[in-house]
């Protein structure tokens, strides 16, 4: 289904989306929960309340010094932290898959989660003798100049003269760009003489949220709802996008100002959970194409609903990743590339299909 087939769909009702709407905010929190409960350790839904309510000062009910700890210091951050990666990454692609015309747009499919790997994995690489707020600004920093650059050589490669991108070909340029920031990585941990650095850059580059603690959870959530606010303003230009560049123009849209602007805060959001949690590939594909089918194509309800579920998805994933195996944790971007792999074959299928019944009746 191209962009101009999804905006010609009849968007679903109000009390429909006041429905979807409702389920995704309720079923947010109810995963959070479960993602406060479960680990190693297991903390009943009631503690976790405690804890969570004493620290707000809400409640009074004593706690032990260590299920503060498990809750409040380290699994509350990394939920956190996970459901703002996934709201952001969802967001981004349903802008991406909007602003090219192409189904199979997300950032981990056009190359810029591996070229804001490749940004931040030099910069931790090569140090930056700072701490705090400093290193979390040079390494976003870093991650934003190699995930801009991606964009451009994916373009490049797809041999883009318009933004109209064909599937295939962009599909197969991300490809090459995933492999060529692939390549510097490897090559990386090869000459790294620290055997733990390096397999720390290798554990890094598969995704995982395991490391988050609070600084790094509210800086994540900090970019996940300013990038997605500055997303939803536009949600009338991208509607409009969505008939194509020329049909654009003719609703008074500046396009070049708004797809820059757009690819440019899409590229900076996504560098930036990337350089803090690692390539986590599929979130960005799935949950938009999901919430289309469910909510219609319009894009004030699109982006908010795709920021609610992909912030689902992403802690449900984590869940998973440290609750599949029982003596140890796996990458969550294992888990999303489980769930998102079958998804993207099924899309190419689908276009594969679609292109052949074309050329049928040609």
């Given at each position: 289904?191209?962009?101009?087939?999804r905006?010609?769909?009849?968007?679903?009702?109000?009390?429909?989306a006041?429905?979807?709407?409702?389920?995704?905010?309720?079923?947010?929190?109810?995963?959070?929960?479960?993602?406060?409960?479960?680990?190693?350790?297991?903390?009943?839904?009631?503690?976790?309340?405690?804890?969570?309510?004493?620290?707000?000062?809400?409640?009074?009910?004593?706690?032990?010094?260590?299920?503060?700890?498990?809750v409040?210091?380290?699994?509350?951050?990394?939920?956190?932290?996970?459901?703002?990666t996934?709201?952001?990454?969802?967001?981004?692609?349903?802008?991406?898959?909007?602003?090219?015309?192409?189904?199979?747009?997300?950032?981990?499919?056009?190359?810029?989660?591996?070229?804001?790997?490749?940004?931040?994995?030099?910069?931790?690489?090569?140090?930056v003798?700072?701490?705090?707020?400093?290193?979390?600004?040079?390494?976003?920093?870093?991650?934003?100049?190699?995930?801009?650059?991606?964009?451009?050589?994916?373009?490049?490669?797809?041999?883009?003269?318009?933004?109209?991108?064909?599937?295939?070909?962009?599909?197969?340029?991300g490809?090459?760009?995933?492999?060529m920031?692939?390549?510097?990585?490897?090559?990386?941990?090869?000459?790294?003489?620290?055997?733990?650095?390096?397999?720390?850059?290798?554990?890094?580059?598969?995704?995982?949220?395991?490391?988050?603690?609070?600084?790094?959870?509210?800086?994540?959530?900090?970019?996940?709802?300013?990038?997605?606010?500055?997303?939803?303003?536009?949600?009338?230009?991208?509607?409009?996008?969505?008939?194509?560049?020329?049909?654009?123009?003719?609703?008074?849209?500046?396009?070049?100002?708004?797809?820059?602007?757009?690819?440019?805060?899409?590229?900076?959001?996504?560098?930036?959970?990337?350089?803090h949690?690692?390539?986590?590939?599929?979130?960005?594909?799935?949950?938009?194409?999901?919430?289309r089918?469910?909510?219609?194509?319009?894009?004030?309800?699109?982006?908010?609903?795709?920021?609610?579920?992909?912030?689902?998805?992403?802690?449900?994933?984590?869940?998973?990743?440290?609750?599949?195996?029982?003596?140890?944790?796996?990458?969550?971007?294992?888990?999303?590339?489980?769930?998102?792999?079958?998804?993207?074959?099924?899309?190419?299928?689908?276009?594969?299909?679609?292109?052949?019944?074309?050329?049928?009746?040609?």
């Amino acid at each position: 289904m191209t962009a101009a087939d999804r905006i010609a769909v009849r968007p679903a009702g109000p009390s429909r989306a006041a429905v979807a709407l409702a389920v995704a905010a309720v079923l947010l929190p109810a995963v959070a929960l479960v993602g406060l409960a479960v680990g190693s350790v297991h903390e009943p839904p009631g503690v976790v309340a405690d804890v969570v309510l004493r620290r707000l000062g809400l409640g009074s009910s004593p706690v032990t010094l260590l299920d503060d700890q498990i809750v409040w210091q380290l699994r509350l951050p990394r939920v956190l932290g996970a459901a703002a990666t996934g709201a952001g990454l969802a967001v981004c692609g349903a802008v991406l898959q909007t602003l090219t015309g192409n189904d199979l747009a997300d950032p981990y499919l056009l190359g810029i989660s591996d070229g804001a790997a490749v940004g931040a994995v030099t910069v931790i690489v090569l140090g930056v003798g700072a701490t705090g707020a400093a290193a979390t600004g040079a390494l976003s920093a870093a991650a934003f100049v190699g995930a801009l650059l991606a964009v451009v050589v994916v373009l490049a490669l797809a041999g883009a003269r318009t933004w109209s991108l064909p599937a295939a070909r962009t599909v197969l340029a991300g490809i090459a760009v995933g492999q060529m920031c692939a390549a510097y990585t490897s090559f990386v941990v090869l000459v790294l003489g620290d055997r733990d650095a390096a397999r720390g850059v290798m554990e890094w580059t598969l995704g995982s949220v395991a490391g988050v603690r609070w600084h790094t959870a509210l800086f994540l959530t900090a970019v996940a709802v300013v990038g997605t606010l500055v997303m939803v303003t536009a949600a009338r230009d991208l509607d409009a996008f969505a008939f194509g560049e020329t049909a654009a123009r003719s609703f008074g849209v500046p396009v070049e100002r708004v797809r820059w602007a757009l690819v440019a805060t899409a590229a900076l959001v996504t560098a930036c959970l990337v350089a803090h949690t690692g390539v986590i590939g599929f979130v960005g594909l799935v949950v938009p194409h999901v919430v289309r089918l469910v909510c219609g194509p319009r894009h004030a309800l699109l982006l908010p609903m795709s920021a609610l579920l992909g912030a689902s998805l992403l802690v449900g994933s984590d869940i998973v990743a440290r609750s599949v195996l029982s003596d140890r944790e796996i990458p969550v971007g294992i888990v999303t590339a489980g769930l998102g792999a079958p998804f993207f074959a099924w899309l190419l299928w689908r276009q594969g299909r679609k292109g052949s019944a074309a050329g049928g009746r040609s």
